[in-house]
Nanobody
Framework: QVQLVESGGGLVQAGGSLRLSCAAS????????LGWFRQAPGKEREFVAA????????SYGGSVKGRFTISRKYAKNTAYLQMNSLKPEDTAVYYC???????????????????WGQGTQVTVSS
């Protein structure tokens, strides 16, 4: 089991920045890729970004590429999502997820992820 806890969400004006954190605990000796997804009211969960266990591969959703950056710190079992130039359409609940056993791939497919956090709300005002 891997437990994931997101933090760092909040209310920000358009054009501003936020940094989300995802702290992993439990079976953290396992190798796992980490991903961020988001879900706005009435919409399906959407891929945002992912990073492989090795950190050498990252993937981004088209709507956030160039504005968001995913990273991870192994010593702290933590992943981060730096979000810049935020837009009102970025408003959503953001979820962290772990893809256990994945070393080199940063998958965009939410069905590949084994564990999920509870989510953190991000609201961008216009």
């Amino acid at each position: 089991q891997v437990q994931l806890v997101e933090s760092g969400g909040g209310l920000v004006q358009a054009g501003g920045s936020l940094r989300l954190s995802c702290a992993a605990s439990g079976r953290t000796s396992s190798t796992y890729a980490l991903g961020w997804f988001r879900q706005a009211p009435g919409k399906e969960r959407e891929f945002v970004a992912a990073i492989s266990w090795s950190g050498g591969t990252t993937s981004y959703g088209g709507s956030v590429k160039g504005r968001f950056t995913i990273s991870r710190k192994y010593a702290k079992n933590t992943a981060y999502l730096q979000m810049n130039s935020l837009k009102p359409e970025d408003t959503a609940v953001y979820y962290c997820a772990a893809d256990v056993g994945n070393i080199v791939v940063a998958t965009t497919d939410l069905d590949e992820y084994d564990y999920w956090g509870q989510g953190t709300q991000v609201t961008v005002s216009s």
